[in-house]
């Protein structure tokens, strides 16, 4: 992937120095699924449901009302991660500012944090267990870095565009938010059986793994960032974490009534779907017969 010397975004917050705040856990946060291969790893699948799904109702229900946090502050320069994570957040900002400006409508940027092991965020204390996740409540998408070491080593989901993926994928999150999606099937909580929710969350997944995608072909048709391989990286990502891939390596059975973010084909149609529509109307995974 072509990223270095293009532009880097402000809207980085750096707590990677900071302790972990909190003692409740996140709610009505958004991941990429990752935290899910953690837990197995650790101590065997958990009836393969969201770990944020399973936190969530630990929590009882409420995000916090408050959440105080030190002064941001941004990253080093001579810290090539984040400014690789940085440089993708500015990307994923150009191509929608230009995407909503085009349907009459104006891109509101999120803010990315980088932290370690926990954090606090608006809907709880984030953990770094989770992989990657997007708080809608203080529009902010969060990492802890380390993740990209179990995307490699752990996943076999190696390279550069893989990694750029994760952000786009939690921007989609914050895409969503913005259109109105994410509160939607947000009020569908409680209302309708786990069985119904599981399916509006995989929906609510694959549509983001989508709007990475036209993130991806927006940004190759303007600044030409993709090189041999790229295209390939992020597909093998996105088969990797499939709820089906996670519970088959976490040593369970799979369960597809559990499913939070779609199977590997699943996500790997909708990106690929984003990637060569390049709208956000293609994404329409909610109106879709078929997965």
């Known amino acids: 992937m072509k990223w270095e010397g293009n532009r880097e975004s402000d809207n980085v917050e750096d707590r990677r120095e900071e302790g972990g705040g909190g003692s409740s856990p996140i709610f009505g946060g958004r991941s990429i699924g990752i935290g899910t291969i953690v837990i197995a790893l650790l101590g065997g699948w958990i009836l393969g449901v969201n770990p944020l799904t399973i936190l969530g109702l630990l929590s009882g229900g409420a995000p916090p009302a408050h ?61 770094a267990a989770m992989g990657p996740f997007y708080c809608p409540a203080d529009r902010k998408v969060y990492i802890d870095l380390g993740f990209y070491e179990t995307l490699k080593n752990r996943l076999g989901a190696p390279g550069d565009f893989a990694q750029a993926y994760v952000v786009a994928h939690e921007v989609g999150h914050h895409v969503q938010n913005l259109l109105g999606i994410s509160a939607k099937v947000d009020q569908m909580r409680g209302r ?48 990797r974490i499939g709820d089906d891939a996670l519970q088959r390596a976490g040593g369970g059975a799979v369960v597809p009534d559990s499913f939070t973010h779609g199977t590997s084909a699943q996500r790997q149609r909708w990106f690929h779907t984003g990637l060569k529509q390049g709208s956000v109307q293609s994404c329409d995974t909610f109106s879709a017969r078929s997965l």
């Open 192 to 239: 309708v059986s786990q069985k119904e929710y599981n399916a509006l969350s995989v929906r609510l997944e694959l549509q983001a793994d989508c709007f990475a995608g036209v993130w991806a072909h927006h940004a190759q048709n303007a600044r030409q960032i993709l090189e041999q391989g790229d295209v390939e990286e992020a597909m093998n990502a996105a088969a």
């Open 67 to 127: 959440v105080q946090q030190a002064p941001a502050h941004r990253p080093p320069a001579d810290d090539k991660m984040a400014r690789f994570v940085s440089t993708v957040l500015a990307d994923t900002e150009d191509v929608w500012k230009t995407v909503f400006s085009q349907g009459g409508g104006r891109y509101q940027e999120p803010r990315l944090v980088l932290f370690r092991g926990s954090t606090p965020t608006a809907c709880g204390t984030g953990q």
